[in-house]
């Protein structure tokens, strides 16, 4: 980088974000996309209804597509640990190879029974043999989440390991692996993943029906996912509160600079939005009395330490307090959505799949749910700052010194601007070129109005 100052710290972190940035996308389909594939599959069968069925193979072919793309982004992760942080990969790769094994184990557990999945279909007599093949996937997808995310629960919190002298002297991995983060980050992880994932394809649903597309087949995909983003909603909200507990008892500092809470109080208000000014005083913020203390230990008179309490080398940035708003504005935006949708389903009846108001929002909802999961990942990883190994190695003790870094900086943002464009291309013509009803009229079914 000519007449720049070349710091390899800052472009390893600008690399890896952007790596993680591209990858969670795909990764999150991945996750959440078979499950809701067995929902339409196992509710056709149960209600021999083919419009379900038709659904889950037409879900399956644009899965197999994003999870194509999710494998060369997540081999890119891996080759980036080794080369952009060696010195952490020497710390930590005892602690965190056994879950990276067992993660790439269970994605080729996923991938086989995905592959005989797809070329099965009306090929067994009975109706409910190939479910059966989507159940190993189901589970391989959430195991490749679970065993990743351990990971990073190490990093935030690590534990069984010991060190003496800044050098590792033992080694436990599967007590590494039982981290005090792993719980909720674990849950978090594939709830928010299931959650994005309905609302992904209900704005599929929703944009065909908006689009004058009126047949009962897009109203029965909206109805299933809905259904899912509501149950899942609740879920990662009440996983979000006890989130919220196992940062105010194992990572103070985040949950601290996340609410701009600098004095250990209790009766702590929670803080939203504001300027912060001299002498770190908030402005213009809004508070809620006593929900910090709450939320950190669910007890109003709680006591909640402050950024005060924290050395200074060891305070997260100030601006995850923005980031954490962000996150939580896109919560109450796809909670509002669904409450929305279970009052038309009660009090609506027929409106529900004629509202274009209604239907413009969860077609808004795709992108939101997906933005709320990038600023989710991004709270995690600048709120874990100074440390990429919390209380051991610091970020820049862990980066590579090794030059080309910006070379491979840009290499790898033109492959993801490749990937995107040919994913969404390659999706967008699949599904146009053969619609639904197409398909449905090929197999002797026509439809539209009503439910």
């Not at 996750?31 to 509710?43: F, K, R, Y």
């Not at 770190?280 to 709450?294: C, Q, R």
Request: hydrophobic share 50%.
């Amino acid at each position: 980088m000519s007449g720049t100052i070349y710091d390899p710290v800052l472009l390893s972190r600008l690399l890896t974000s952007l790596t993680l940035g591209f990858h969670i996308l795909f990764a999150t389909l991945g996750v959440g996309v078979p499950l809701l594939i067995a929902l339409a599959e196992w509710t056709g069968i149960r209600r021999n209804d083919p419009h379900y069925l038709l659904l889950a193979r037409r879900w399956a072919r644009g899965y197999v597509i994003t999870v194509a793309v999710g494998v060369v982004t997540g081999t890119a992760i891996g080759l980036q640990l080794s080369l952009l942080w060696p010195s952490f990969m020497r710390v930590a790769g005892q602690s965190i190879a056994l879950p990276l094994f067992m993660e790439t184990f269970a994605f080729f557990f996923e991938a086989i029974f995905l592959g005989i999945y797809l070329y099965t279909w009306d090929r067994f007599k009975s109706k409910t043999a190939h479910i059966w093949l989507l159940v190993p996937v189901v589970i391989g997808s959430s195991a490749s989440a679970l065993f990743i995310t351990i990971v990073n629960a190490f990093m935030n919190y690590p534990v069984g390991l010991t060190m003496e002298g800044g050098t590792i002297t033992s080694v436990h991995p599967i007590a590494a692996m039982l981290s005090p983060a792993m719980p909720t980050k674990v849950a978090h992880v594939l709830s928010s993943a299931f959650v994005t994932c309905a609302f992904v394809l209900a704005a599929i649903a929703a944009w065909s029906l908006m689009k004058g597309r009126r047949h009962i087949y897009y109203k029965k995909a909206l109805k299933l996912t809905m259904g899912c983003a509501a149950v899942f909603t609740m879920s990662t909200a009440l996983i979000g509160d006890l989130s919220g507990k196992y940062l105010a008892n194992y990572q103070p500092e985040k949950l601290a600079a996340m609410e701009w809470h600098f004095e250990t109080t209790g009766h702590a208000p929670l803080l939203f939005g504001g300027v912060l000014g001299d002498d770190n005083e908030v402005k213009y913020g809004l508070t809620v009395p006593y929900a910090l203390s709450i939320l950190a230990h669910g007890i109003p008179s709680a006591e909640v330490t402050g950024l005060n309490d924290i050395p200074k080398d060891e305070q997260p940035p100030l601006w995850t307090h923005y980031i954490f708003d962000i996150k939580m504005m896109y919560v109450a935006y796809m909670t509002l959505v669904v409450l929305l949708f279970l009052w038309y389903m009660w009090r609506g009846k027929g409106r529900l799949y004629r509202s274009r108001k209604l239907l413009a929002l969860i077609v808004v909802a795709a992108p939101v749910a997906m933005l709320a999961i990038e600023h989710g990942w991004i709270l995690n990883e600048v709120g874990r700052q100074p440390w990429i190994l919390r209380g051991i190695m610091r970020t820049t003790e862990g980066a590579t010194t090794s030059g080309h870094v910006d070379t491979m900086l840009i290499v790898f943002a033109l492959l993801y601007l490749v990937l995107g464009i040919t994913t969404v291309r390659v999706l967008s013509r699949m599904f146009r070129s053969n619609r639904a009803e197409d398909e449905l009229r090929a197999l002797g079914m026509e439809g539209g109005d009503p439910v």
